[in-house]
Structure formats: C-alpha cells, structure tokens
T-cell receptor, first 111, second 114 residues
Framework: EDKVVQSPLSLVVHEGDTVTLNCSYE??????LLWYKQEKKAPTFLFML????IEKKSGRLSSILDKKELFSILNITATQTGDSAIYLC???????????FGQGTRLTINP | DGGITQSPKYLFRKEGQNVTLSCEQN?????MYWYRQDPGQGLRLIYY???????QKGDIAEGYSVSREKKESFPLTVTSAQKNPTAFYLC?????????????FGEGSWLTVV
C-alpha cells in the first residue's frame, strides 16, 4: 500500500527559530515528491523534488530529497508568524493519476 | 480568470440528509478530484475522475457518490450513509498526470452536521 508519513504532526516554536519538517514515503514507481503550505483554505504549492541531494530553495524555505532512505525534509529558517500553517507532503502514485498526502504538520509560530 | 469554484463555502446539514457539493472548473482539465480534510490533518482522497463519464473510488469513498457528466463539473454527494461527514472538502483539477504545480485546488467547502 502506498503510504506517506509526516512528522511531527504538530510543532510550536518561537519567531526566529529554525524548523525541520519530515516526510517519509513508501510508494511504487516513485517519480516525485511535492510540498504544500495550507493556511486557511486551498493548499499552495511550494516545491517539487525529483532528484536526490539537490536542494530546492525559496527564500527562507528549502527542501531536499533522499531517494535511498525514502524521505524528504522541509526547512524553514528565521521563522515568522506568517509561516504558521499546515505543511503537506504528497507523492503522485499510479502513473501520476492521483496524489497521496501525508497527515500534515501543523506549525505554529509564536511571537 | 481560470480556476476552480466550489460551492457552497459553508453548509449545515441535519443528520440523515443528503447534501451535494458543487465543483466547477474552467481550466479545461481532464482530471478532477475530491479530498476530505479533518481538522489538523492531511487530505484523503474520496473520488477522482480522469475523463468525462468515468470516475474511480479513492481511499474513503464509502458514504459518498459523484458524477462526471460534463468535463467542467464534478459534484460530490455526501449521503446519509456517511457516518461522520463533518469536515472540510476540497476539490482539485489537473490537466492529466499530476506533476508539480499543475494541480489546482478550489477554496473548499466546510460541511457541518447538526
């Protein structure tokens, strides 16, 4: 069974801290891994990772994939209250016909 | 502007009643999806459709039904058989295979059973 597992499920930190969110996966015919940020409504796309060891970066956010150990991490440095959200990891399966999502990590940044 | 429109945004339902959530897209996408999200959790796939007049069950299809009579429309009916329907429902669409940022999400519908 295709599976995506995120950890931690919930994280509370202070503004300015650095956080690392984890996503592990077990899927057949892996192609890519996606990260999304969800604040109130629709998830917004952050990164797509397809190759091991190549960091994707956008401002204070970065992500990397390890295809040997079957996981990805999402780092956020110098966190701000606007980073508070649910962060979702997802993997396309079944010939990329659909996405399977992890449980999400609820990140809360306190001022 | 192109996008996905879900309605209603908020819906209250009495136990035992069926309710239909609307999802319309003007992106000319072939594939459409319905996800359920419980508070603080990830998205779980209810149903998906790759083409008009065809759809497949996702991981939690019991108590739900869908139709895909038109390319732009993929309504979801939450039936009285769904034991715990209170949740946030997200519709999504995609041109074909899911790749990166090609999947579009609607704004979601909050369903509360009272």
């Amino acid at each position: 069974e295709d599976k995506v597992v995120q950890s931690p499920l919930s994280l509370v930190v202070h503004e300015g801290d650095t956080v690392t969110l984890n996503c592990s996966y077990e899927v057949t015919n892996f192609r890519s891994l996606l990260w999304y940020k969800q604040e109130k409504k629709a998830p917004t796309f952050l990164f797509m990772l397809t190759s091991s060891g190549i960091e994707k970066k956008s401002g204070r956010l970065s992500s990397i994939l390890d295809k040997k150990e079957l996981f990805s991490i999402l780092n956020i440095t110098a966190t701000q209250t606007g980073d508070s959200a649910i962060y979702l990891c997802a993997v396309p399966i079944q010939g990329a016909q659909k996405l399977v999502f992890g449980q999400g990590t609820r990140l809360t940044i306190n001022p | 502007d192109g996008g996905i429109t879900q309605s209603p945004k908020y819906l209250f339902r009495k136990e035992g009643q069926n309710v239909t959530l609307s999802c319309e897209q003007n992106l000319n996408h072939d594939a459409m999806y319905w996800y359920r999200q419980d508070p603080g959790q990830g998205l779980r796939l209810i149903y998906y459709s790759q083409i008009v007049n065809d759809f497949q069950k996702g991981d939690i299809a019991e108590g739900y039904s869908v139709s895909r009579e038109k390319k732009e429309s993929f309504p979801l009916t939450v039936t009285s058989a769904q034991k715990n329907p209170t949740a946030f429902y997200l519709c999504a669409s995609n041109p074909g295979s899911v790749q990166g940022n090609t999947i579009y999400f609607g704004e979601g519908s909050w369903l509360t059973v009272v």
